[in-house]
């Protein structure tokens, strides 16, 4: 039996945009998005991505340090080939304990391989804001 390879590391912005197009799976600590991508073979590729509302700088770099230690020891079991990996941090996914967060992480990688997402968001529209009569 051959050993899965280490996932790649995802670095441009355009490869993490693209991800977003993909399947969602949100999860309380995080949102995991899958989307295959066109690096040739089965390669696995990850990113993560915490914006500032979750917190300041230490609180982030802390919660980037956990989901790699989770996508280092998960991906390669249970990843998806040929699929990049992206995780959104939430904002309580610092205080979650860490094996709530990798049975989390399993779930939700498992989800994705059964190919069930969430529904899409429906978001705020966009453009004018509709004038009442007077």
């Known amino acids: 039996m051959t050993t899965p390879s280490a996932p790649i590391v995802m670095q441009k912005r355009s490869d993490f945009l693209a991800a977003n197009k993909g399947l969602r ?23 993560i991505t915490i914006t500032k509302k979750v917190g300041n700088a230490v609180v982030r770099n802390r919660m980037k340090r956990r989901f790699r230690e989770l996508l280092r020891a998960e991906l390669p079991q249970l990843g998806l080939p040929g699929h990049d990996h992206v995780l959104i941090g939430r904002d309580g996914g610092i205080e979650r304990d860490f094996t709530k ?5 399993r779930a939700a ?5 059964e190919g069930k997402g969430d529904p899409p968001r429906r978001g705020k529209p966009r453009g004018r804001k509709p004038r009442g009569r007077k």
């Open 25 to 47: 799976v949100a999860r309380p600590g995080f949102v995991l998005l899958a989307r295959p991508n066109e690096v040739e073979g089965d390669t696995m590729r990850y990113g």
């Open 109 to 113: 990688l498992t989800r994705a391989a």
């Open 101 to 105: 967060l990798r049975d989390e992480l």
